[in-house]
């Protein structure tokens, strides 16, 4: 971000987003929210947007990905390609973070990752980014990697969910104080 102007135009449009995901939680149908506690609910919890949060960043891609098996919340299995890996800096370190795709899917990156806030601020299995090609990616072809946009897995609003859980290698030794915060009863 250039000036303040940026900042504020980047800090609104995140806001924007998560008024309508707020709204949709709250009134959808489909929200996670159990029907019994969407009366009471007044919305998600979040830190402030932060543009520090957002990188644009290439994907290095592995030349043989790896078809991986993760472990989910109710003690399930899901598959997933580990594709290639995002190198950003984050409060001074250095941090890897692996990205996945569902098998077949050619254009939507999954990358879930736990960090220090978990089970203190955030959930603490840990949060997700979804990365959609083209719509998530710079005319230089570089990946947006907005951790402000870090959200938490359905199973964190209800046991109803089966939600896969982050792979070690995406349990990283910073901070990520962005995106949606632990969901408080």
């Known amino acids: 971000m250039n000036t303040d102007t940026d900042a504020d135009t980047y800090a609104e449009r995140v806001r924007d987003q998560r008024r309508k995901k707020d709204e949709f939680f709250g009134e959808h149908r489909r929200s996670p ?3 019994s506690e ?3 609910f007044s919305g998600l919890n979040y830190f402030d947007p932060d ?5 644009e960043a290439e994907l290095h891609g592995h030349d043989d990905p790896e078809r991986i098996t993760v472990e989910t919340t109710q003690d399930g299995a899901r598959e997933y390609d580990n594709v290639g890996e995002f190198r950003v800096v ?3 370190d250095e941090v890897t973070i692996q990205a996945y795709r569902s098998p077949g899917d050619e254009y939507r990156l999954w990358v879930p990752f736990r960090d220090e806030t978990n089970g203190e601020w955030t959930y603490p299995a840990g949060r ?10 710079t005319a230089d072809g570089e990946w947006i990697l907005d951790f402000n946009e870090a959200y938490n897995p359905t199973c ?3 046991d109803r969910y089966e939600c896969p859980l ?3 290698d995406n349990w990283l030794d910073v901070r990520i104080e962005a995106g949606e915060r632990d969901f408080e009863r």
């Open 166 to 168: 982050p792979p070690t």
């Open 38 to 40: 969407r009366a009471d």
């Open 90 to 92: 984050i409060d001074g």
């Open 128 to 137: 997700y980014l979804d990365l959609d090609d083209p719509d998530d990616r």
């Open 51 to 55: 543009p520090g949060y957002r990188f």
């Open 156 to 158: 964190a609003y209800s």
């Open 33 to 35: 929210i159990p029907q």
